[in-house]
């Protein structure tokens, strides 16, 4: 689901207001590398960002504190099976899931109830739902 011209304009707006409600600081670079992945149909790789990015290019490590300074405030997404990101696309969910179209590599996210798995001294930091397998459009196609 790729936003353009006044879709992208109005989310990143929404974006902006959220961000200054939770008095986040939505940097220049933050907003566009969150801008490059809200305009993109798919999951994209840090390298893929930069080459969407316009001119002058931003180095490398930009783009990486960018894109953890995204996904530490729930604003993106790392897709840690494709190792690639996509921006949070499900408002105030706990925990996100996602489903990996292993032939189109369409990645759709779902909102999933906490696995009641925190037992004992283990503290769970960070959970990963990826499920992969091949979505509707591709079954149908087959
Ligand atoms: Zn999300
Ligand atoms: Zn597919």
Redesign the pocket.
């Known amino acids: 689901m790729a936003l353009e011209g006044a879709d992208l304009r109005q989310a990143l707006r929404d974006i902006e207001a959220d961000c200054k409600a939770r008095k986040l600081r939505l940097t220049v670079s933050r907003r566009r590398v969150l801008e490059v992945l809200l305009a993109s149909e798919g999951p994209l790789k840090a390298y893929d960002i930069i080459e969407q990015y316009d001119t002058p290019k931003p180095k490398p490590p930009t783009v990486y504190r960018a894109l953890q300074f995204l996904v530490d405030e729930g604003l993106a997404h790392r897709i840690e099976q494709i190792n690639a990101y996509v921006p949070c696309r499900v408002s105030d969910h706990g925990m996100a899931a996602f489903l990996i ?1 292993d ?2 590599h ?1 990645v759709e996210e779902y909102a999933a109830p906490r696995p009641n798995l925190d037992k004992g001294n283990f503290q769970v930091s960070q959970w990963v739902i990826e499920g992969v397998g ?2 509707g ?2 079954l149908t196609q087959t």
């Open positions: 179209c032939t189109c369409h091949t979505c459009a591709c």
